[in-house]
């Protein structure tokens, strides 16, 4: 599958999968932005920090609005909150709406994907992989493509932290640098963002899945196709169509548009061989069934929980509210607010 139709489709609609996540957590334990060097010369976006000021803030709190998609869930007499997350976002985004925060508070422990603040889980990331495969993929000229993009990022790090990634997790975080052009950050991805209200909360954090295990999702099986999914990744942050992508999709999540989060398959330029079909499956359709058995264990063990897994799961016939369906539970949509 071309990585850059994947990322069209999983990330750049600013619904996450697995990677999105990946991403933001890799920017987290990273260190902060302000310590990298923006190139001589360079015009760079403004850093994340100096856009949660008090005055966006206030701002947000006095016309808190709500966002993405949620659902009730209830079974055995309690109930439990299943959300359609984004792995990026604005700093107004960082106070939730009403109906989300009540649906917080009424919450005994909250289950994500995999924790984007717990640094030793996180460790996988930071392997380097395989040197002689690393050396078949990263060419001069793929290299120097690779530097460019992170100087054009304002992201060159003068220790080289992000050099020693994975190959194709460069891109993917490099594609997440490219959106803040636009006033998106993954420092405001709302994982993150649950993840830290959990923490201020005393609330406890449940990973459904590990990032290892999401890391091997998107290992190519030879060099030749990942150095292919490489420069096709390089290609789109060059002529920058998946800037362009990645801000009309996060504009759908924020509306909670869910008519066309729905249709994606109409859309998302994912689904056109069998290749791509197959990895969609593997991605989503096969998933699901253990992010549902996590959030019903959890739920099972007496506790409220609200899981916050990528909008994407939650589309399909055996997507996450249909399984949990299936299990017993009644699902009453909150965000989209159901039509009357």
């Given at each position: 599958m071309k990585l850059s139709r994947f990322l069209r489709a999983c990330r750049g609609r600013g619904v996450r999968t697995g990677w999105r996540t990946l991403a933001a957590?890799?920017?987290?334990?990273?260190?902060?932005?302000?310590?990298?060097?923006?190139?001589?010369?360079?015009?760079?976006?403004p850093t994340?920090?100096?856009?949660?000021?008090?005055?966006?803030?206030?701002?947000?709190?006095?016309?808190?609005?709500?966002?993405?998609?949620?659902?009730?869930?209830?079974?055995?007499?309690?109930?439990?909150?299943?959300?359609?997350?984004?792995?990026?976002?604005?700093?107004?985004?960082?106070?939730?709406?009403?109906?989300?925060?009540?649906?917080?508070?009424?919450?005994?422990?909250?289950?994500?994907?995999?924790?984007?603040?717990?640094?030793?889980a996180m460790r996988p990331l930071f392997e380097?992989?395989?040197?002689?495969?690393?050396?078949?993929?990263?060419?001069?000229?793929?290299?120097?493509?690779?530097?460019?993009?992170?100087?054009?990022?304002?992201?060159?790090?003068?220790?080289?932290?992000?050099?020693?990634l994975q190959p194709l997790l460069q891109a993917t975080v490099l594609s997440g640098q490219s959106a803040q052009r636009d006033g998106l950050y993954t420092d405001f991805a709302i994982d993150l963002v649950l993840a830290g209200y959990a923490r201020r909360a005393g609330l406890p954090l449940v990973a459904l899945e590990s990032a290892q295990s999401q890391?091997?999702?998107?290992?190519?099986?030879?060099?030749?196709?990942?150095?292919?999914?490489?420069?096709?990744?390089?290609?789109e942050l060059e002529n920058g169509r998946l800037r362009q992508r990645m801000g009309e999709l996060a504009a759908m999540w924020a509306r909670s548009d869910w008519p066309r989060l729905q249709a994606y398959e109409q859309w998302c330029e994912c689904l056109d061989t069998p290749a791509e079909r197959a990895l969609m499956r593997r991605l989503l359709d096969e998933r699901n069934p253990g992010l549902a058995d996590g959030i019903e264990a959890l739920h099972a063990r007496g506790q409220r929980v609200f899981a916050a897994v990528g909008a994407l799961h939650m589309?399909?016939?055996?997507?996450?509210?249909?399984?949990?369906?299936?299990r017993g539970f009644v699902l009453t949509p909150v965000l989209p607010a159901p039509l009357r």
């Open positions: 957590a890799v920017l987290a334990v990273l260190a902060a932005p302000a310590s990298w060097a923006a190139p001589p010369g360079a015009a760079c976006p994340a920090q100096s856009q949660l000021t008090p005055r966006v803030l206030q701002a947000a709190q006095r016309q808190p609005q709500d966002r993405g998609f949620l659902w009730r869930l209830e079974r055995d007499g309690r109930t439990s909150w299943l959300y359609g997350t984004l792995h990026l976002g604005r700093a107004a985004w960082v106070v939730p709406g009403p109906l989300l925060a009540s649906a917080l508070r009424a919450s005994d422990s909250i289950a994500l994907e995999i924790d984007p603040l717990d640094t030793e380097p992989g395989d040197p002689v495969r690393r050396a078949q993929v990263l060419t001069p000229a793929r290299l120097q493509r690779l530097q460019r993009q992170w100087q054009a990022a304002c992201a060159a790090d003068p220790e080289q932290r992000h050099a020693r890391l091997a999702l998107f290992r190519a099986d030879t060099a030749e196709e990942e150095a292919q999914q490489i420069d096709e990744a390089l290609d589309v399909g016939p055996t997507a996450l509210p249909a399984l949990l369906a299936q």
